[in-house]
């Protein structure tokens, strides 16, 4: 996108995408001359089906929206109020104010769960592919990543067992075991009956990061939530985000929920660097359980729609329990992504070894059509002749 000739590429392929009424057509604009990126229209973002990060395409409630515009009268302080933030959290999960700890969006929380548990032993233990930021932070401390391969014949389940048994072999130089729950790119739960192996099975000392980003998309019994080991006492850290659900992402806030021991040690890790508005934002999200509840059903109602239409396509699609799914293209994802954006839509990157697995964002149904009938386009049907 930064040389001229990506650039008119691009924006020819996406007025092709647009098509019709209004749209000037792909040659005049690529004979068009040539802007400085800085010049680019304003609103070249906006124009994309955005089915790439997992956002919500919503937006924010409008309780959100309002306690976040209230509260932008403390942008020109430091020591502002913070509405509350830490108590609602700990209130809302039933944990005391003590075993919260607050980060820029829950990817700060993985950082600083890797700089605190990962200088001491330098392994990390997890499923591949998932959350690949986790291994990159690792990497960051110079720590080393077990990646377990997930189970492709069980529908690319998470291997648990076989995470188990890597990290009692490595036992002394593993400091931290993460999943993520349901999995990033997959989409799939691990069932509780899984977690609670894991749990049990895992030596005390080495805490378990247990990433629940797409928790509040989940609408299956084999699923829990795994807020209840931390009121156990299990070495369990419980990550949530404000970017999905809440559709915070731009915001920046999620948190850890932890016994206090882990919390403390954390602690000096983590930055404090979240905005006034957002803390406010935050607070009136997990009141906002009518918001929750709508944007679940629709995104349910949107996901179960396309998925259904890919698969009488000819397609194979990974059933999901999130705000994304994977369909097997049968070819590498990386060009297919180039081909996408070339037409308005932003999707998943790739994510080896599923590299003919390609993820999407589901979007609002005005999105999800634009990116079927881009499917269509570019890859037919997947019914073999
Ligand atoms: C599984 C998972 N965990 C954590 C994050 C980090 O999100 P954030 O830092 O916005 O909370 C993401 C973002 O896509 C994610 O998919």
Redesign the pocket.
Known sequence: MNSPVSRRRFLAGLAAALGGAGTRPALELSAAPQRADTERPVNTYDTLAKLA??ENPHGPSEAVKKAMSEAAKYANRYMYPDGGIVEAIAEYHGVGSENVIL??????I?KVADDTFLPERRKIVGPSP??E?VYLYATNSNAEAFEVPLVQARGYAVDIRKMITVTLQNYRDVGLVYI?NPN?PTGKIIPRNDVRLLVDSIPDEIPIVI?E??HHYVDNPQYEESIRYVKEGRNVIV?R????MAAL?GM?L?YGIAPKELIDRMIPFALYSINAPVKYGGVAALKDKAFENRVRELNKRIRDKVTKELVELGWEVLPSDASFFMVNVRRDVDSLVEDFHQKGILVGRKFPPMNEWLRVSVGTEVEMSRFMRVFKELLGTGKKI
């Open positions: 990060s997992n980060g820029a969006g829950s990817g700060e993985l998932t959350y930021s993520c990033n990433d980003a797409y990550t985000t404000f970017s999905k992402a920046r999620g």
